[in-house]
């Protein structure tokens, strides 16, 4: 069964480095999501992507964060220059339609230090 | 604006006996779609089940179902015969196109179930 995969699993940075986390959404989905979830709180939305740019995105979703999708097949998140209070759980998410159900990736927990 | 409130932030229950976690959403749209995803220790997000607002009948899945009250915007989760693996956070979820049809989560209910 397709899935959406990410890599790294986990990302270990200094503040104010520049860190890109990468997904590979599953290949015939059109939608593409980015979510954070701080240690022990909710899924937040952050930005959602379709046909080659933004459609949406949320207050935290500033300046510092950029979505790129290079190529047929990988959907990055940059920051550009990372905080301490940016140290979270990033999730992926695809799906075709925009209403049903997203898939997601496993995961990619980064740390700021 | 659109907001998913989950009151329970914990809930315990006994091995094989039925829960209910607590969803209710507010939104001005007609078209929407409610989502129920678990999330366990090991941190990946699992999709579960999912109502359309004009759905009429409650979706099931398994030993999954939602017990979709309209008027009452409310979603609750059924989990039958609970097992040990059910242990984890769930967190409901609604789509609707006042946010470009994005998802967004309430604040979730940690489940323990009880051998």
């Known amino acids: 069964e397709p899935e959406v995969t990410q890599t790294p699993s986990h990302q270990v940075t200094q503040m104010g480095q520049e860190v890109i986390l990468r997904c590979v959404p599953i290949s015939n989905h059109l939608y593409f999501y980015w979510y954070r979830q701080i240690l022990g709180q909710k899924v937040e939305f952050l930005v959602s992507f379709y046909n080659n740019e933004i459609s949406e995105k949320s207050e935290i979703f500033d300046d510092q964060f950029s979505v790129e999708r290079p190529d047929g097949s990988n959907f990055t998140l940059k920051i550009r220059s990372t905080k301490l209070e940016d140290s979270a759980m990033y999730f992926c998410?695809?799906?075709?339609?925009?209403?049903?159900?997203?898939?997601f990736g496993p995961g990619t927990r980064l740390t700021v230090l | 604006a659109q907001k998913i409130t989950q009151t329970q932030p914990g809930m315990f229950v006994q091995e094989k006996e039925a829960v209910t976690l607590d969803c209710t959403y507010d939104t001005s749209d007609q078209s929407y779609g409610l989502f129920w995803y678990k999330q366990p220790s090991s941190g990946e997000m699992i999709f579960l089940i999912y109502q359309g607002s004009y759905d009429e009948q409650n979706a099931t899945e398994g030993r999954y179902s939602l017990n979709f009250q309209k008027a009452r915007k409310s979603a609750n989760l059924v989990i039958s015969a609970s097992q040990l693996g059910d242990s984890a956070m769930y967190f409901c979820a609604m789509r609707d196109s006042n946010n470009n049809n994005d998802m967004r989560f309430g604040a979730g209910t940690r489940l323990t179930v009880k051998p």
């Open positions: 998410a695809s799906d075709r339609d925009s209403y049903n159900e997203q898939f």
